[in-house]
């Protein structure tokens, strides 16, 4: 079942992104002394290239950069690659720009520097599973066709193939015959494994 829903190509690397070349770094080593791989950036365009040829399951950035700041950074990430996590970190912290990093880039975390090692691995370790579940739920999504998809949003929340009809537009034997697509082509077995792909979680 792993194969079936690889999407890309499967990374647990992490990018440090830091125009301070120094502590980039020294988060990187953190990183990688707790058994995670990572990388250190020093510039946003940087890591936006790099995405051209890989994956980075997770992406811990700098706020105040010069060529481009972090918030703005985030979004370029998320128009390249939804489904790499992403934690901020500034030296400057202000309340609004960590309900900002949280709600409007969807950070998963805010870190103060100097970086808490303890609370560092654990926001990547997030990061990381979060990622692993987004690439799932967007494999599965690419799997599908438009009309499965929302079959199988029908039948995750408990709708029957009489319910699902009108609800779509179609008729009870089409909605049959999405149904045994969907499990054909997800190869599973019941409604606890769809509900458990459709979380991104592994099967």
């Known amino acids: 079942m792993t194969?079936?829903?690889?999407?890309?190509?499967?990374?647990?690397?992490?990018?440090?992104?830091?125009?301070?070349?120094?502590?980039g770094a020294t988060v990187a080593r953190l990183l990688g002394?707790?058994?995670?791989?990572?990388?250190?950036f020093t510039a946003p365009g940087e890591v936006l290239a790099a995405?051209?040829?890989?994956?980075?399951?997770?992406?811990?950035?700098?706020?105040?950069?010069?060529?481009?700041?972090?918030?703005?950074?985030?979004?370029?990430?998320?128009?390249?690659?939804?489904?790499?996590?992403?934690?901020?970190?500034?030296?400057?912290?202000?309340?609004?720009?960590?309900?900002?990093a949280v709600r409007r880039h969807g950070g998963l975390d805010y870190l103060e520097k100097p970086i808490d090692e303890a609370r560092l691995i654990a926001a990547v370790s997030e990061g990381l599973a979060w990622s692993v579940r987004e690439r799932r739920v967007a494999?599965?999504?690419a799997l599908l066709t438009r009309r499965e998809r929302e079959v199988l949003?029908?039948?995750?929340?408990?709708?029957?193939?009489?319910?699902?009809?009108?609800?779509?537009?179609i008729s009870e034997r089409t909605v049959e015959d999405?149904?045994?697509?969907?499990?054909?082509?997800?190869?599973?077995?019941g409604m606890a494994q769809l509900i458990a792909l459709s979380r991104g979680e592994e099967i």
Not at 33 to 40: C, D, E, K, L, S
Not at 178 to 189: C, G, M
């Open 33 to 40: 002394r707790n058994g995670i791989a990572a990388r250190a």
């Open 178 to 189: 999405h149904r045994a697509s969907i499990i054909a082509k997800t190869r599973t077995n």
């Open 51 to 100: 995405l051209g040829t890989e994956h980075f399951a997770c992406v811990v950035s700098d706020i105040q950069m010069g060529e481009m700041d972090g918030f703005a950074f985030a979004d370029a990430l998320r128009a390249k690659d939804p489904a790499t996590a992403l934690v901020f970190m500034t030296a400057w912290p202000i309340t609004a720009h960590a309900v900002d």
């Open 3 to 23: 194969d079936a829903f690889a999407c890309g190509v499967p990374s647990n690397t992490v990018a440090v992104l830091d125009d301070d070349a120094d502590l």
């Open 153 to 169: 949003g029908l039948m995750v929340r408990g709708y029957t193939n009489k319910e699902m009809a009108p609800e779509l537009g």
């Open 139 to 141: 494999a599965l999504a």
